[in-house]
């Protein structure tokens, strides 16, 4: 059963537009090289959070108020949300996972924000999680929003909503909306315009 925000936002139009209607930028998405094995801390996620995972018929958003939600929730994880290492909290690397009392890292704040816009109303196939290199050279995960206007990146770092060009960052990885369960290889962005993608350590 559909949630009531979820039926407001299909009366507004916000969900229901097909991933070819329109491209405004070029290239507006994150397009997919080959299949790529998923980040370590992925394995086994789909059994624990079966959302993380969950596929819809729609994979495309569109609308200005989905967007205004996207930026709710992303500013208000990263409000409220301390930011802790795995290392800290869990004493060994990768724990993918929802935040904590004490908090969480870049990829359990993700999981946070895709879990409330799914609640929400947010097509899961629209939000797909996606692994990066920052702007220096660090590995990091954010929430990839797919809109009508391109590629929009929820992130732990900034609160400011970006499109996925914006943002500078290197995109390694990324769920594939069809099988949310399996990951692509992207390769896009930042560092790939100075470097070979040959030199860019994989998650």
């Not at 559909?2 to 537009?17: D, E, F, N, T, Y």
């Not at 990146?153 to 909306?177: E, G």
Request: hydrophobic share 45%; net charge positive.
């Amino acid at each position: 059963m559909r949630s009531g925000l979820a039926m407001v936002l299909i009366m507004v139009g916000i969900i229901g537009s097909p991933l070819a209607a329109a491209e405004p930028r070029s290239p507006a998405y994150l397009a997919p090289k080959k299949a790529i094995a998923a980040p370590q801390g992925f394995y086994g996620l789909c059994k624990t959070y079966t959302w993380a995972c969950a596929t819809s018929r729609v994979s495309v958003v569109s609308g200005t108020a989905v967007l205004k939600l996207a930026d709710s929730i992303n500013r208000s994880v990263n409000l409220r949300t301390r930011q802790i290492s795995d290392r800290v909290q869990y004493r060994q690397d990768e724990v993918w996972a929802l935040p904590t009392k004490r908090g969480g890292d870049c990829e359990d704040l993700v999981l946070l924000k895709k879990m409330r816009l799914i609640n929400a109303g947010v097509p899961a196939s629209s939000l797909l999680i996606a692994t990066v290199l920052d702007l220096r050279g660090g590995r990091h995960a954010v929430l990839v929003l797919r809109t009508d206007a391109g590629d929009m990146v929820l992130d732990s770092l900034k609160n400011r909503i970006k499109h996925w060009i914006d943002t500078d960052y290197t995109f390694l990885k990324l769920q594939n909306p069809r099988h949310p369960q399996t990951w692509d290889a992207i390769f896009a962005g930042g560092r790939l315009q100075i470097a070979p993608p040959t030199i860019i350590a994989m998650r």
